[in-house]
Structure formats: C-alpha cells, structure tokens
C-alpha cells in the first residue's frame, strides 16, 4: 500500500524557515516526479514546486520562486521508495496553508499524503 508521509510543518514567523520532509514508500510502480502542494483556507490546491526523479529537473511557482527549494535523497532511497524534501525560507503570513506531497507516474499526480500544515505569523 502506498504511503506519502509528510512532516516538518509547524508555526513560525514572518521570515523563518523550516524543511518538510516526505517519505515516500510501497509504491506499485516506479514514479518520474514527486510534487509539493499547498492549500490555504478557502482556497484552490496549487502547486509550489516538483522534481523529476530521474534528472533532477525542478518546478517553481512564480509565488515560491527564490524562496523554496525542492530535493531528492537518492542516498537514502531504495527501489520504489522516495524521500524528498521542501525547504522554505523567508516565509511570509500567505504561505500558511496545509503542506501536501503527491506522486506522479504520467500527467497526474496519483498518490497523496495527508498533509503538514505550515503557519506564519507576522
């Protein structure tokens, strides 16, 4: 059974930082790119960055642009199983929202995790 944990969510101030982790593991099947999302209160998911599995090549949302930074830790990664990382900086009150990892094989990402939640306090 797939399972997509997510962790290192929690409150901090306007211009702190902080890394989520994701621990991606019992997959069916190999995936070529893993995904960070968000979702404030009211708000539409969206997505903030992704990476390739295979070459590495990231994704930026022009919100995080500069200020977020998507990684993989093949050293610690077994076959079908993926831990990637999220860490943010210079944070400000409009990034609060809860925190998701997700899986894609194609053009969909197909597997989720339950979420971190990320608060920022100006």
């Known amino acids: 059974q797939a399972q997509l944990v997510e962790s290192g969510g929690g409150s901090v101030q306007a211009g702190g930082s902080l890394r989520l982790s994701c621990a991606v593991s019992?997959?069916?099947?190999?995936?070529?790119?893993l995904g960070w999302f968000r979702q404030a209160p009211g708000k539409e998911r969206e997505v903030v960055a992704a990476i390739t599995t295979a070459g590495g090549s990231t994704y930026y949302s022009e919100a995080v642009q500069g200020r977020f930074t998507i990684s993989q830790d093949n050293a610690k990664s077994r076959p079908l199983e993926y831990l990637v990382y999220l860490q943010i900086a210079s944070l400000k009150p409009e990034d609060t929202a809860m925190y998701y990892c997700a899986a894609s094989r194609g053009d969909e990402y197909n597997y989720w995790g339950q979420g971190t939640q990320v608060t920022v306090s100006s």
């Open positions: 019992g997959l069916p099947y190999s995936i070529n790119a």
